[in-house]
């Protein structure tokens, strides 16, 4: 039993009660948002640390003890998420406090974002299956706030598309629980592995796990269900798409990584196959549509897709290597796309425009600017010695060792077409004539800048210090890989 | 009485289905709604519908109902509640702004 697992679900809830009292006082509302997005940060660094030298730290709560009860699980990967959806927490606050329009701030745009990050958390931390379902729930509702929020044509929409899909696959979420607890009799994370072990059925499971798949793929853009991302995230202001596009898919990302390592692990000739199938087509689609748009926040939200599937494809090889270099990708994938969505936002502060063809000569006017999304998007694209190399390197390294040379190659091909989609993306908006006025070059962004720096600098640092930090995922890839520790950590407290 | 449940499980499924391809705004509404029960009833009903007392300490009874999936359910059901209604207005503004509930209309172009 430890109590500071909670806190990181607890405090942003808390505090978005509180700021719904503060509408209409800005300068009170950024006050108590930024104090308590740096508050959780240190928070869950705190709680990795402590988890990183105990062990698996979990909360019965009520005192129901488990399998019986709802726990709370906090194992080295979850603390890992936690830290990172606060770091993009953080940054896209400040970013928001000088983008977002005031019309937003009063119409509860603070204490849905941390309604968000709520649910983000609760979904990382919680250790049932319907807790999930519950924190998805409560992210997804405040998103569909976030995302709506404004009313304009277009996000109007789109933004009901997103809605009726998402409620679709909460529908299907609860038919694959159903379906499960009747196998199986239970919901808690660590007893399911367990009973899936003894189960005779198979077949039932196998089922049971390509629904669940399904559910967690809608969430989280894989293959045949990426279809909505591109134009929901265009929609809403830079922070909010820079908040969505780093955390909410990767939080559909982590639940497949979660399930199909701890509970639907009887068969991984049939489950892990499809999944590094999914992979490689969700790469290869998503990369294809980024090369076709001419649009900054659309090839940013195409990308999203691509890099999806390096994630699953990790899991999909289903190694101790594979699995770290998944985990690598996610921490790098998270920072460096969330970086790159502020800085369309910020260009887009500058030219007015997210249109590539309107734009020009960002170089010569903001060097700064022009510089630092250079270095986050040659990461992006796996250029040594950013962060973005390791993770892939590691990646395709174990697919040489289990000889998947099938994805091996077209995760190759997809990181040369996203080092040609980000290329041009900085051709066409940094280099050439410049095409916005002088007024608008004149316009200092130096302020702006001030959040994106932490996430530049952080994907300098996960490159640079890639041996200590893949050390850690290696660790973490050990945690997850073998369920015991999990399931003795959750049922013999 | 589950195979009976089960039929009618599959009946709202069927016609959650058909609702939502259909082109009308508010059907697409109606028809999640109604998906939704028929998940909400899934979830009882494989839960397996027992002829127990309530699972009360007191009652000293040989069979007792399981009270985890009516917990569920009712979890579920709220989010279900707070998400149709936010859809419905939604979809009133969606209609209001864009002067049409034909979802065929509200495709969109790359373009814009």
């Known amino acids: 039993m430890n109590n500071l697992v909670i806190l990181p679900i607890l405090i942003p809830f808390i505090v978005g009660v509180l700021l719904i009292f503060f509408a209409?006082?800005?300068?009170?509302?950024?006050?108590?948002?930024?104090?308590?997005?740096?508050?959780?940060l240190g928070i869950s660094i705190y709680l990795a640390i402590y988890v990183y030298q105990e062990g698996i730290q979990t909360v019965a709560l009520g005192s129901w003890q488990a399998p019986f009860g709802i726990v709370l699980v906090a194992d080295m990967f979850a603390t890992m998420m936690v830290i990172l959806s606060s770091i993009v927490g953080v940054v896209c606050l400040f970013f928001a406090f000088q983008t977002i329009s005031s019309e937003r701030e009063k119409f509860y745009f603070y204490p849905f974002y941390f309604f968000l990050i709520t649910g983000v958390n609760g979904a990382f931390l919680t250790g049932d299956l319907f807790n999930l379902f519950v924190f998805f729930e409560v992210m997804l509702i405040a998103s569909y706030v976030l995302i709506v929020m404004g009313g304009t044509k277009y996000q109007l929409r789109e933004s009901l598309k997103y809605v009726a899909i998402n409620i679709f696959a909460s529908i299907l979420f609860i038919v694959g629980v159903a379906y499960l607890y009747a196998a199986t009799g239970t919901l808690n994370f660590a007893d399911l592995a367990v009973r899936v072990a003894e189960l005779e059925q198979q077949g039932v499971i196998n089922a049971i796990a390509i629904l669940f798949l399904l559910v967690f793929g809608m969430k989280g853009a894989l293959f045949p269900l990426y279809f909505w991302l591109p134009r929901s995230y265009y929609g809403p202001p830079a922070a909010i798409a820079a908040l969505f596009g780093g955390l909410l898919t990767k939080v559909g990302i982590y639940a497949i990584m979660r399930t199909f390592t701890l509970i639907f692990t009887h068969d991984p000739g049939f489950t892990h196959n499809i999944i590094l199938a999914l992979a490689g087509l969700t790469m290869f689609f998503g990369v294809l549509g980024a090369?076709?748009?001419?649009?900054?926040?659309?090839?940013?939200?195409?990308?999203?897709?691509?890099?999806?599937?390096?994630?699953?494809?990790?899991?999909?090889?289903?190694?101790?290597?594979?699995?770290?270099?998944?985990?690598?990708?996610?921490?790098?994938h998270i920072i460096v796309k969330a970086a790159l969505f502020l800085f369309a936002g910020a260009t887009q502060k500058i030219t007015g425009t997210t249109d590539l063809k309107q734009m020009g000569g960002l170089l010569k006017t903001h060097p700064w600017l022009a510089w630092m999304f250079f270095i986050s998007a040659m990461s992006l694209a796996g250029i040594p010695p950013l962060s973005g190399f390791f993770s892939k390197f590691a990646l395709i390294?174990?697919?040489?060792?289990?000889?998947r040379y099938i994805i091996v190659t077209v995760a190759l091909l997809v990181g040369l077409l996203t080092l040609f989609s980000m290329m041009k993306i900085f051709i066409y908006a940094f280099w050439g004539e410049q095409k916005h006025s002088e007024t608008?070059?004149?316009?200092?962004?130096?302020?702006l800048l001030v959040p994106?720096?932490?996430?530049?600098?952080?994907?300098?640092?996960?490159?640079?210090?890639?041996?200590?930090?893949?050390?850690?995922?290696?660790?973490v890839a050990d945690q997850i890989l073998d369920p015991s520790i999990y399931i003795n950590s959750v049922l013999k407290e | 009485m589950e195979i009976l449940m089960s039929i009618t499980v599959g009946v709202l499924f069927m016609v959650g289905t058909y609702l939502i391809l259909t082109?009308?705004?508010?059907?697409?509404?109606?028809?999640?709604?109604?998906?939704?029960?028929?998940?909400?009833?899934?979830l009882l009903t494989m839960a397996g519908l027992k002829q127990g007392s309530p699972p009360l300490l007191g009652e000293e009874a040989a069979y007792y109902a399981d009270p985890l999936p009516q917990a569920l359910i009712l979890t579920a059901i709220v989010i279900s509640f707070g998400v149709t209604a936010f859809l419905l207005v939604i979809a009133y503004r969606t209609y209001k702004e864009h002067k049409t509930d034909d979802l065929d209309k509200l495709r969109g172009s790359a373009d814009e």
């Open chain 1, 440 to 447: 608008q070059a004149k316009q200092k962004i130096g302020s």
């Open chain 2, 23 to 42: 082109k009308s705004l508010l059907r697409l509404v109606l028809g999640l709604m109604l998906l939704s029960h028929g998940a909400h009833l899934l």
């Open chain 1, 291 to 332: 090369v076709s748009q001419f649009d900054f926040k659309r090839i940013l939200s195409y990308h999203i897709i691509s890099q999806v599937g390096y994630m699953v494809m990790g899991l999909g090889i289903y190694t101790q290597l594979a699995i770290a270099g998944a985990i690598y990708y996610i921490a790098h």
């Open chain 1, 452 to 475: 994106i720096i932490p996430l530049v600098a952080l994907t300098i640092v996960l490159g640079f210090a890639a041996e200590p930090i893949f050390q850690y995922s290696l660790q």
């Open chain 1, 397 to 403: 390294l174990s697919g040489f060792e289990e000889g």
């Open chain 1, 24 to 40: 209409k006082q800005h300068g009170i509302q950024r006050f108590i948002s930024g104090l308590t997005s740096l508050f959780l």
